[in-house]
């Protein structure tokens, strides 16, 4: 019986993805229990052949291809939501990597939790190029997302929500609540995003509970071209145009102005106690994060 699908999405990273794959493959749990499926949202490169070779290398493991021609990442997740055969549905992305007790993890958590609907595990940056010294927990937040609650299962902070390379859902909460919003979320090379924050507003509108496990842990592979000045100008933009779409949807236009006024005065108060270089990475996030949610 599949308990567990493991859905990857994936674009034109067919390196990185084998990364990703090598550490699904080194899983604990029992290969009948779970199942991988990658989802190729219509790459250009050598992703397909690279895929078909590890499942051929992996005859013991139930590792799925599955093509997506509609571009986007929400659209690649739907399509895995829709070929998934386990109870519970996982998402990773395919710059990272996970422990071997990642998948059992998930599963202890929902089997012991009857109430839990949705979950999320720990999230750890890795820079392999090291991390930048203009990087503080703000700006690394949107560039990394780590994220740590402690050593024990708890709730999930209300302010915070799981990470969406390192979450968890019961298949039953898309029947409840629907999938992700294919109008959000990242296309080919755009970094609009949004599409988790969205379908999280919908989890807690139904009042779900949302569970953190601190044993299903995911090391976010952070290359260097997502440490250049150009990248996080693009990435803090595109962050305010998402947030202005999502409340557009919701009709929360005149609260994410009043919000984002809020932001910029706690953001000059932070440069107070953060280094010349940090400070300056701070300013800039806020100012084009403003520039992108007034955009239109």
């Keep these: 019986m599949t308990r567990l699908?493991?859905?990857?999405?994936?674009?034109?990273?067919?390196?990185?993805?084998?990364?990703?794959?090598?550490?699904?493959?080194?899983?604990?749990?029992?290969?009948?229990?779970?199942?991988?499926?990658?989802?190729?949202?219509?790459?250009?490169?050598?992703?397909?052949?690279?895929?078909?070779?590890?499942?051929?290398?992996?005859?013991?493991?139930?590792?799925?291809?599955?093509?997506?021609?509609?571009?986007?990442?929400?659209?690649?997740?739907?399509?895995?939501?829709?070929?998934?055969?386990?109870?519970?549905?996982?998402?990773?992305?395919?710059?990272?990597?996970?422990?071997?007790?990642?998948?059992?993890?998930?599963?202890?958590?929902?089997?012991?939790?009857?109430?839990?609907?949705?979950?999320?595990?720990k999230i750890v940056a890795e820079y392999p190029t090291g991390r930048p010294r203009w990087m503080s927990h703000f700006t690394e937040l949107p560039i990394a997302n780590p994220m740590d609650f402690g050593d024990y299962v708890c709730r999930f902070p209300k302010r915070r929500i799981p990470g969406g390379g390192n979450m968890a859902m019961r298949r039953e909460l898309f029947e409840r609540v629907g999938v992700f919003n294919t109008s959000l979320g990242r296309t080919g090379k755009s970094l609009i995003g949004g599409e988790e924050s969205e379908l999280f507003e919908r989890i807690r509108d139904a009042n779900m509970e949302c569970y953190y496990t601190p044993h299903a842990v995911m090391y976010h592979i952070i290359p260097a071209e997502k440490l250049t000045p150009e990248y996080f100008t693009r990435l803090s933009y595109n962050i305010g145009v998402s947030q202005r779409m999502r409340a557009e949807l919701r009709g929360g236009k005149r609260m994410l102005y009043v919000k984002e006024c809020v932001k910029w005065v706690v953001t000059l108060l932070l440069v107070l106690i953060h280094r010349p270089a940090q400070s300056r990475y701070l300013i800039k996030m806020r100012k084009h994060i403003s520039r992108g949610i007034w955009s239109k």
């Design 5 to 121: 699908s493991l859905v990857i999405a994936t674009y034109n990273r067919a390196e990185c993805l084998m990364v990703t794959l090598a550490s699904v493959a080194e899983q604990s749990a029992k290969p009948q229990k779970w199942e991988c499926i990658v989802v190729d949202n219509n790459s250009k490169d050598d992703t397909k052949q690279r895929v078909e070779s590890f499942i051929a290398n992996h005859p013991t493991l139930n590792v799925r291809y599955v093509f997506e021609v509609q571009q986007g990442l929400s659209y690649a997740r739907n399509a895995g939501i829709a070929h998934a055969e386990g109870d519970i549905v996982a998402f990773i992305d395919d710059d990272e990597r996970i422990v071997p007790n990642f998948i059992s993890s998930y599963i202890s958590l929902f089997d012991k939790y009857s109430n839990a609907m949705v979950a999320g595990g």
